[in-house]
T-cell receptor, first 114, second 114 residues
Framework: SQKIEQNSEALNIQEGKTATLTCNYTNYSPAYLQWYRQDPGRGPVFLLL?????KEKRKERLKVTFDTTLKQSLFHITASQPADSATYLCALDMYRSSASKIIFGSGTRLSIRP | DSGVTQTPKHLITATGQRVTLRCSPRSGDLSVYWYQQSLDQGLQFLIQYYNGEERAKGNILERFSAQQFPDLHSELNLSSLELGDSALYFC?????????????FGDGTRLSIL
């Protein structure tokens, strides 16, 4: 069965540095991969979506890469700030249709220290 | 504000009881998804509805059921509640369905079983 692994349960970095989070998946190659941010007690908030034929996607200080050969996505936050501290989830869709069966990773808790 | 409304925010009940969680999707969205999030497990997909019809199913227990009404709001019914059902239940919506679209999450219903 399909599995998603976010290889760090927690990541602690200095403000101003680049945070890099990893999402690995097995078996099925998704057509789309998404990244979300979740703050304590709140619902996840969508950040970026990348398609299988896209190598990279950017939005302001965020960058996502998608390597279907390695079955891996990397999520980067450049010039990190304490306000970026949150849990980040990757998600992929099991089916290539409107019948979504979204699988979320367990998340990486990112802490940015001043 | 995601535009997705979930009620109630908190629910405390006893084992063996039945509860109904309600979700109003973002205006214009046809797909509704339900997720369960507990401390020891990540975000688990339960079920998806699209325009009133069940579209995809995850690891939803037989004691749980859901439906989407003609006005597109959705309800998740949990019966014969057990202590292990204590969790955050999230509803999300998207315009249609499929991994090509972001999901917009509500802030969840926190269910506590005593």
């Amino acid at each position: 069965s399909q599995k998603i692994e976010q290889n760090s349960e927690a990541l602690n970095i200095q403000e101003g540095k680049t945070a890099t989070l990893t999402c690995n998946y097995t078996n099925y190659s998704p057509a789309y991969l998404q990244w979300y941010r979740q703050d304590p007690g709140r619902g996840p908030v969508f950040l970026l979506l990348i398609r299988e034929n896209e190598k990279e996607k950017r939005k302001e200080r965020l960058k996502v890469t998608f390597d279907t050969t390695l079955k891996q996505s990397l999520f980067h936050i450049t010039a990190s700030q304490p306000a970026d501290s949150a849990t980040y989830l990757c998600a992929l869709d099991m089916y290539r249709s409107s019948a979504s069966k979204i699988i979320f990773g367990s998340g990486t808790r990112l802490s940015i220290r001043p | 504000d995601s535009g997705v409304t979930q009620t109630p925010k908190h629910l405390i009940t006893a084992t063996g009881q039945r509860v109904t969680l309600r979700c109003s999707p973002r205006s214009g969205d046809l797909s509704v998804y339900w997720y369960q999030q507990s401390l020891d497990q990540g975000l688990q997909f339960l079920i998806q509805y699209y325009n009133g019809e069940e579209r995809a199913k995850g690891n939803i227990l037989e004691r749980f059921s859901a439906q989407q009404f003609p006005d597109l709001h959705s309800e998740l019914n949990l019966s014969s509640l057990e202590l292990g059902d204590s969790a955050l239940y999230f509803c999300a919506s998207s315009a249609t369905g499929g991994g090509r679209q972001p999901q917009h999450f509500g802030d969840g219903t926190r269910l506590s079983i005593l």
